[in-house]
């Protein structure tokens, strides 16, 4: 769970490394092979974006309030 | 940097402190094993909270990278299945995440870079397996 702002940079920063990664790997993989492989990376990435959205979802009023 | 540690290490290290070590770490051994008998395993990373202190880790973590130009496409059971997310996860519940050389070693560095920190940003070791 995304708790401040440095841990939502840190996780758009680590979506975007997946994102690279997926991209450089559906070039140099075969189809069926990066079927394969891409599994446990997209499902990284959508935990992580989800994260992300339900941080942004709310504003740091109601972040604090929540937390305390 | 990965810690390197041989696989007597990594038993005496972090697979016998506890009875949910002592399973994840058996089963790591027949992935390894299922991994090794391609002939195509370069390089083997564990990552998560196996790598930690944590006494009961809920699952096992691990990147496999493969020779440049294997394929899954001629395995069989029960090899392929260490390729295939979720069936791997059903039966050693280990979560085997796998690419090949073929892929910049960048791109591996930068994803074993998100692999060392934790949800909170914690840093977590990142061990690789001495094949």
Not at chain 1, 1 to 15: G, S
């Amino acid at each position: 769970m995304i708790t401040n702002d440095e841990q939502l940079h840190q996780a758009q920063k680590d979506i975007q490394t997946m994102w690279r990664f997926l991209e450089a790997a559906r070039e140099t993989h075969s189809p069926l092979d990066y079927q394969r492989l891409a599994v446990p990376y997209l499902l990284q990435l959508q935990e992580r974006h989800q994260e992300v959205v339900e941080y942004l979802s709310r504003q740091p009023a109601l972040l604090g309030a929540s937390l305390a | 940097m990965p810690t390197s540690l041989t696989i007597d290490e990594l038993r005496q290290q972090h697979g016998e402190i506890s009875a949910r070590r002592q399973f994840l770490f058996a089963r790591f051994q027949t992935v390894l094993r299922l991994l090794s008998e391609t002939g195509q395993l370069r390089r083997l990373y564990l990552f998560g909270s196996f790598t930690t202190a944590k006494l009961v880790p809920g699952d096992l973590d691990c990147l496999a990278v493969m020779v440049a130009g294997f394929t899954t496409v001629n395995l069989t059971s029960p090899h392929l299945e260490v390729f295939q997310h979720d069936t791997c996860r059903l039966l050693y519940q280990i979560d085997v995440f796998w690419v090949t050389e073929s892929i910049a070693q960048e791109q591996i560095d930068t994803m074993l870079d998100v692999f060392s920190r934790n949800r909170e940003g914690t840093l977590q070791p990142i061990i690789e397996v001495t094949l």
